[in-house]
């Protein structure tokens, strides 16, 4: 009896699949989880970029919708180069590595040349091209994280080297960190270092070597800090907004006050009151002050578990490239990670005054063309490392990964 019970389920069990594949129930072609997240962060910023824009806009142009407009296209852009990137091989950005970070330190160099850099708010950091700006910075924190999965691959054997292992890229990294101080752009330096050294620690390099390394760098920084009087100010006002507060704690302050004016639920949506004429950016690098001030902490705090679900999903599939022995890809998965999250958590934090305001925006929600094209490109990345290692069966890799 239990003999035919077992043939009947395991029949039941084929002619259930075989019918599921023939109703048009096949595996879903993309990672849900992934494409489901960032398309609600997505969405959300087109509503609150509008909301936040509404009033400078009018002012600005006259037109209220004219950086909603602006940020549709970006999206759309955005999401076009990310179908192009789902369709591009992992092992091809393996081999391109080398020549995209040549390409964005050649970047760096032509937006500080006089007269071709567009200089904005004290900044040179943005080369127009017609009808939009963009942003070489932006692109230059895709590029290293590519050429740093490459390189933790071909220097596997050597990543406890202490000159292999960590030096040789700490010092690209400080010669990439001082064309993007040139600019100046802080931000950016901060958010490449995270990622970078992140990548480092989890690619296999010894504690010791990483924690020397990181404290000399935290070293250099605080030096960069004291000596320059842009970036003191900046340190001395987040310290303390309140001792200048219609000055150098101007922002700090007026975001405060959006957080503090929120409550629980917020004032309503389009309700912000600080938009209107006081919290400078708000569209772009204050945009979660926004959020705070018209949808309360239950705003904040959806945002902040929807950037924790795309960051869990992102290791994930780190964790399913290298299970399958997908090194490269794995590497790569871990740096996107570190950079979309480093980010946000950036943001978020100078948003809520516990970091000096960094110049960022929030990935995948901020009004910014250039980020929004990194932050869809990371995605198709994603995606595609994704797509390449579903189903496959795990196995050692071809190289052993040596971890401190």
């Known amino acids: 009896m239990s003999a035919v019970m077992s043939d009947f ?45 509404i009033g400078y806009a009018s002012r600005a142009s006259g037109f209220s919708g004219y950086y909603l407009l602006r940020h549709v296209v970006h999206v759309l852009l955005g999401l076009t180069l990310m179908a192009l990137v789902v369709r591009l091989r992992i092992r091809l950005w393996e081999m391109a590595g080398p020549a995209l970070l040549l390409t964005g330190i050649v970047l760096l160099i032509v937006v500080l040349i006089p007269g071709v850099g567009a200089h904005v708010n004290g900044s040179s950091r943005w080369l127009r091209l017609g009808i939009m700006n ?29 000159t292999q292992g960590i030096v040789m890229i700490s010092l690209v990294v400080a010669a990439v960190g001082a064309l993007l101080l040139l600019e100046p752009d802080l931000g950016t330096v901060v958010v490449i270092t995270f990622a970078v050294f992140g990548m480092l ?61 929120g409550g629980w639920l917020g004032a309503g949506l389009g309700a912000s009151v600080q938009k209107l004429s006081y919290l400078p950016a708000a569209h772009t690098d204050f945009l ?29 599939i780190a964790r399913q490239a290298e299970r399958v022995g997908m090194i490269y890809a794995a590497r790569l998965a871990q740096g996107l990670g570190m950079f979309l999250g480093g980010q946000a958590l950036i943001n978020m934090g100078v948003n809520l005054g516990m970091l000096p305001t960094k110049g960022l925006t929030l990935p995948f929600m901020s009004y910014g063309g250039s980020s929004m094209l990194v932050s869809c490109i990371a995605l198709g990345l994603l995606l595609r490392i994704e797509r390449e290692t579903r189903g496959m069966p795990g196995k050692r890799a071809t190289q052993e990964v040596v971890y401190p």
Request: proline share 4%; glycine share 12%.
């Open 9 to 53: 389920l395991r029949r039941a069990s084929a002619f259930s699949g075989a019918r599921g594949e023939r109703a048009g129930r096949p595996r879903l072609a993309w990672d849900p989880w992934l494409v489901g997240t960032a398309a609600a962060l997505i969405l959300f910023g087109v509503v609150m970029v509008y909301s936040a824009s």
């Open 288 to 316: 979660l002050a926004v959020i705070a001030e018209e949808l309360g902490l239950l705003g904040v705090l959806t945002v902040m578990a929807l950037f924790g679900l795309l960051i869990m999903r992102t290791f994930a």
């Open 134 to 162: 963009v942003q070489p910075s932006e692109m230059m924190k895709l590029f290293m994280i590519v050429y740093v999965a490459g390189y933790l691959v071909r220097k596997q054997g050597e990543l406890r080297n202490f």
């Open 201 to 261: 620690f989890l690619g296999g390099v010894r504690f010791w070597h990483f924690a020397l390394v990181v404290g000399a760098g935290i070293g250099g920084m605080v030096a960069l800090t004291v000596i320059s009087p842009y970036r003191m100010g900046r340190v001395t006002s987040f310290l303390d907004p309140w001792a200048d507060p219609f000055n150098s704690g101007f922002q700090l302050v007026q975001a405060l006050i959006a957080f503090g004016r």
